[in-house]
C-alpha cells in the first residue's frame, strides 16, 4: 500500500477570503502527518488554538498527490541531470 503522507501549515493571511500569505517567512510548518486522520487532528488543533484571530488560516496538503511513482518524471526533474 502506498504511503499517504499530508502537510499541515498555516499562517496569517493578508485577507481572510483570499489563501495569501502576509509573510511567507513566518508560515508554521506542524508537521507531516503518515495519514489524513491524523493530519486533520493537527490541523483542528491549530485552527482551535488560533480562532480568535480571523487571519490566521491552516491547511492539509496531500504530499501523496504531488509524486505518483508510476507517472513519467516532470520536464523539471529531468534538468537535475
Not at 490541523?43 to 488554538?49: D, F, G, H, L, S
Amino acid at each position: 500500500m502506498a504511503q499517504r503522507l499530508h502537510l499541515v501549515f498555516g499562517g496569517e493571511l493578508v485577507d481572510p477570503a483570499k489563501s495569501v500569505f502576509r509573510n511567507v517567512d513566518d508560515i508554521h510548518v506542524v508537521g507531516i502527518f503518515p495519514d489524513y486522520q491524523t493530519a486533520y487532528n493537527a490541523w483542528k488543533a491549530e485552527a482551535q488554538r488560533t480562532v480568535d484571530n480571523a487571519h490566521m488560516r491552516y491547511f492539509i496538503a496531500h504530499l501523496h498527490r504531488l509524486r505518483d511513482e508510476d507517472a513519467e518524471a516532470s520536464s523539471t526533474e529531468e534538468l537535475s541531470n
